[in-house]
């Protein structure tokens, strides 16, 4: 895994203005008040009365205009104000449009181009026109054409200066082979968007993407082919993101995506978009296969470094997890395998993320399909129960991990929290891909034979059968399983409280099926 640069800077350099304003507000600290100590200091040496103070004001205004106002239009007034203030000061023309230099280096990056040129050159025309007038002396011809076209001539040159500056830093910022945005800038949005979450208590996604076997394809197709492989990626992950989400290549084979405002179960939606989309490609010259992972902020690291380290360990615990596969058994591993890719990797992390007890959902499919055989299911509903014993609780990535690690009773308050994993589970499942009749399974897991139960309160014979049996695996579990703040029942506690249930939470018909299966594995 490779760490980000340790001596990355903190801000974009000042090399080309137009570049900064591509991402961030305002100029950095300090350009648009020197230039203004500029302007006043050459307007005070010409002028001690009230021109002196206007030009002083205009100087000023210019500057802070310039520094802080993110809209562009005030910005040129500002520049074009500071224009005026030399311009005052300078009534004489000729070489002295040399005081220009700052101003003009300034516009050059501000506003790149020759129609600019042009409205430079009249500027200068005017203001040192207007500075004779105020002056009371008569305008030369001469001074006026030497002044502009020095001013001209200067701007032109700081132009083609700043835009070898502005190619450079592109060049810095942005990767040659995609056209996204690098490792480099992708770390100062990160920075960008921490400060705005502190600022707000947002929260927003750095989602980390790895081709699989990207050397493979290399190999096999050729370097050539993979390029195409890198851009067309680069083309479908810009294709299937909102416009200001920020898409960068960190590494050869590896993507980011800073997505703000999203959470975990919106970035795990976001991978199987993307997964859908590559899967979808026609044009690949290699079939083309995601490992995903991401990190949260600002739970899961307070700087840059700290998130895009975070995500890719993600990553990398999900390839340790495919490599090792689950610790399942052959049943519902070949169950989790027909699971769309990005529900797989939340049953993965439902584990790993410590959302789940160790072996819960494994023990949970397991009594699922013992019961479910009990009960006559077919082969196909046994399947589609096992998909739904494995992804049943994934609704639980979007609760707080406080609620779920409380060993007491929850509150009314916090009850009313845990009831909501159900309906957002099901929504997520359905963004996933996950088919209908798992997600049926699913919704209605939790719903009582009495009626009392949730989301929908169904009833009796009104429940899925399928989500019955689920719903009493899931009790059995509960029941036997040790948990770290409680030792599980014993068999005969177990077997009264499955009576006790029957016919109010659970099928009083599956629970006669239940019982002998429980006794005999206590």
């Avoid at 206007?54 to 520094?67: I, N, P, Q, S, T």
């Avoid at 990797?345 to 499919?365: A, F, N, P, Q």
């Avoid at 009495?450 to 059968?465: E, K, M």
């Avoid at 029957?502 to 006669?512: A, I, K």
Wanted: hydrophobic share 50%; aromatic share 4%.
């Amino acid at each position: 895994m490779r760490a980000p640069d340790q001596d990355q800077p903190a801000a974009p350099p000042q090399a080309a203005a137009a570049e900064i304003f591509a991402h961030t507000r305002h100029l950095p600290a300090g350009v648009g008040a020197a230039i203004g100590l500029y302007s006043a200091a050459l307007l005070w040496g010409a002028h001690q009365g009230a021109t002196g103070l206007f030009a002083l004001a205009c100087g000023v205004a210019a500057g802070l205009a310039v520094e802080y106002e993110p809209s562009m239009p005030v910005r040129a007034a500002g520049y074009l104000l500071g224009l005026l203030s030399v311009n005052l000061a300078i009534p004489a023309g000729g070489l002295a449009a040399l005081a220009y230099g700052p101003w003009i280096i300034l516009g050059a990056a501000l506003f790149p181009g020759w129609p600019a040129a042009i409205g430079l050159g009249g500027a200068g025309v005017a203001g040192y026109l207007l500075a004779n007038v105020t002056a009371g002396s008569p305008a030369a011809v001469v001074p006026v054409i030497a002044g502009s076209a020095a001013i001209a001539l200067l701007y032109l040159a700081a132009a083609l200066v700043a835009g070898e500056a502005r190619s450079r830093s592109a060049l810095a910022l942005t990767d040659p082979l995609t056209g996204l945005a690098n490792r480099r800038l992708l770390g100062w949005r990160i920075a960008e968007e921490l400060a705005q979450a502190k600022r707000t208590g947002g929260t927003f996604a750095l989602v980390h993407l790895d081709i699989q076997d990207f050397k493979q394809i290399n190999l096999r197709a050729g370097q050539r082919a993979g390029d195409r492989v890198l851009a067309q990626i680069a083309q479908i992950l810009q294709d299937t993101t909102r416009g200001h989400d920020v898409v960068a290549r960190v590494t050869g084979d590896q993507f980011a995506i800073l997505a703000p405002g999203l959470g975990e179960t919106d970035a795990s939606v976001v991978v199987e978009r993307i997964r859908t989309a590559i899967g979808r490609a026609a044009t690949l010259p290699a079939p083309v296969h995601l490992t995903a992972g991401w990190a949260i902020a600002p739970r899961d690291g307070a700087d840059p470094n700290a998130l895009l380290e975070t995500a890719e360990a993600s990553v990398f615990e999900q390839k340790l997890a495919r490599r090792a596969g689950p610790s399942l058994p052959m049943e519902l591993t070949e169950a989790l395998w027909g699971l769309p890719d990005g529900a797989q990797d939340l049953v993965r992390l439902l584990h790993t993320e410590g959302i789940e007890h160790e072996g819960h959902l494994s023990r949970v499919g397991q009594w699922s399909l013992d019961l479910g055989r009990l009960a006559g299911l077919a082969q196909e509903r046994q399947q589609a129960l096992a998909r739904a014993a494995l992804v049943h609780d994934i609704g639980k990535f979007a609760l707080p991990r406080s609620l779920l690690r409380k060993p007491g009773p929850l509150t009314p308050e916090e009850q009313a929290q845990m009831v909501r994993h159900v309906p957002g589970g099901v929504a997520l499942l359905r963004a996933l891909g996950v088919d209908e009749t798992v997600i049926a399974i699913v919704a209605a897991h939790h719903e009582r034979w009495d009626g009392t139960g949730y989301p929908a309160g169904l009833a009796g014979d009104r429940i899925p059968l399928e989500a019955r049996i689920l719903s009493i695996a899931d009790g059995c579990d509960a029941m036997t399983a040790r948990r770290p703040h409680r030792k599980p029942w014993t068999t005969d506690e177990a077997v009264a409280d499955l009576r006790l249930e029957g016919g109010r939470q659970f099928d009083p018909e599956l629970v006669d099926l239940i019982i002998p299966v429980l006794s005999a594995a206590g």
